[in-house]
Structures are given as structure tokens and as C-alpha cells.
């Protein structure tokens, strides 16, 4: 596939020079901007999207995804979080919502374990549907993926699942796909294993960043302003 190598070499790369930690997980925004990671009061902002978490085979195993499912709400954001066996009902109430012009974009999907592979499957279903999605992070899959055209990006974090530590687990791009895509291998996040990667809060708060940056801000109407 058309630069997947270059892509995956990209996402090593970041991963061996961020040693403790990932570069590019933090928000540098004030707590000031509509656009920042550190704003937290819903009743300021509302923003434009739609983000779907996708759980992993059990509900009890990634709790991070219910973490950042009360983050996004605190933050004015849609966001629901599902077991990864829903994608397609979503994905057909997404199809059957863009048909009558109720869909909010950009449409985000994030994922862990199964709801990593979940993730990208929902983002390509959609994508043969005719709907775009801005972006799509997985958090350690079980198998080896590819986005359709529809996707302008995605982020894969994961810890090689081959004994002689090859991966079977990263993101390679489909045929047709333009965006970008980026294989993390989170090895030297000391501590971080299949059961605890999405919990981690410097890997939310990089995915949440980046979800943001595709959203619009709107400032929700005061009592005053709105004339009541």
C-alpha cells in the first residue's frame, strides 16, 4: 500500500525518541480557548461532532473509554460510548441520520482491543456509505486494519502482538486512501499493557486534542442573550 512503510516507520520513530512518554500528547491552548483541551465548562461551549467510543470483548476491561466519555460531555462535546459488537447499528443510525441532514460533523470513532478493530471497520462501512470521517484513533487492536478514503486520519496506538515483537496489530492505508495514518508503538510508555493502554491519560489527551481541532466551537447563549 502507497507509503504505509514510510507511515509506520514515522510512528516507531515517535515512540523510541519520546522515550517516557509521547511527544505531541499535551495541549499547549490556554484555558481560555473554545478550542483547548483544558476547557471543561459545557455550559459555555457546545461544539460541533459526534464521537462514538467503542469498548473492547467485555464492558469491565476499558474503562478508560468511559473516562474520556465524561471528559468529551464536561466539554460541550457528543459523545457516546458503546460495546464494539453495536458498530454497525451505529454506523446505520449515522447513515439513516446523514440521509435527513441530522448528522453533526465531524464524525469521530475511537476504539479499544476489538473496539480498536471496531473502529476503523465502522470508519470504512461509513466511508462505503458516502459519509466522511475526520478521524479515528484505536487503542491496541487484535488485527491488522485499513481506513477507506473517507477517513482523513487515524492514529493507531499498540504494542506488538508477535513474540519476536513484529505487529499483526497496526494500521496499514486502504486502497484509495489520501489521509494519514500513524502506527505508535507505546513500548516505551513504562508500565502500559493491553488492559491499561487507553486509560492513560497523556494517550487521551493527545486523541481528544486532535478530535477537538476538526470541531467548531459555538458559545451557548446566556439567559441574558437569549432574551429570557
Known amino acids: ?24 500528547c499535551s495541549s499547549t491552548a490556554s484555558s481560555t480557548s473554545a478550542t483547548g483541551l483544558s476547557r471543561s465548562d459545557a455550559s459555555k461551549y457546545q461544539y ?8 473492547g470483548l467485555a464492558n469491565v476491561f476499558s474503562t478508560g473509554l468511559d473516562d474520556m466519555n465524561a471528559k468529551f460531555a464536561r466539554r460541550g462535546i457528543k459523545s457516546s460510548v458503546d460495546n464494539h459488537s453495536v458498530w454497525n447499528a451505529l ?3 449515522i447513515v439513516a441520520r446523514a440521509a435527513a441532514g441530522q448528522v453533526s460533523y465531524p464524525i469521530i470513532i475511537m476504539g479499544h482491543s476489538l473496539g480498536g478493530n471496531a473502529s476503523v471497520q465502522m470508519a470504512r462501512y461509513l466511508g462505503d456509505k458516502g459519509i466522511k470521517v475526520s478521524y479515528v484513533a484505536s487503542f ?19 504494542l ?6 513484529q505487529a499483526t496489530n497496526i494500521v496499514v492505508e486502504g486502497p484509495g486512501f489520501a489521509g494519514q495514518v500513524v502506527n505508535i508503538d507505546v513500548r516505551p510508555m513504562a508500565g502500559v499493557d493491553h488492559f491499561n493502554i487507553e486509560k492513560q491519560a497523556q494517550l487521551q489527551d493527545r486523541v481528544m486534542t486532535k478530535a477537538i481541532r476538526y470541531m467548531t466551537p459555538r458559545p451557548v447563549a446566556t439567559e441574558r442573550e437569549s432574551g429570557n
Open 91 to 93: 454506523a446505520d443510525d
Open 1 to 24: 500500500m502507497r507509503g504505509s512503510g514510510k507511515l509506520f516507520m514515522a510512528g516507531m520513530v515517535l515512540a523510541v525518541a519520546s522515550a517516557t512518554g509521547l511527544s505531541g
Open 48 to 55: 460541533s461532532g459526534e464521537v462514538y467510543l467503542l469498548r
Open 140 to 158: 491496541d487492536p487484535t488485527i491488522t486494519t485499513q481506513p477507506g478514503p473517507n477517513v482523513l486520519e487515524v492514529d493507531n496506538f499498540y
Open 160 to 165: 506488538p502482538n508477535k513474540p519476536d515483537g
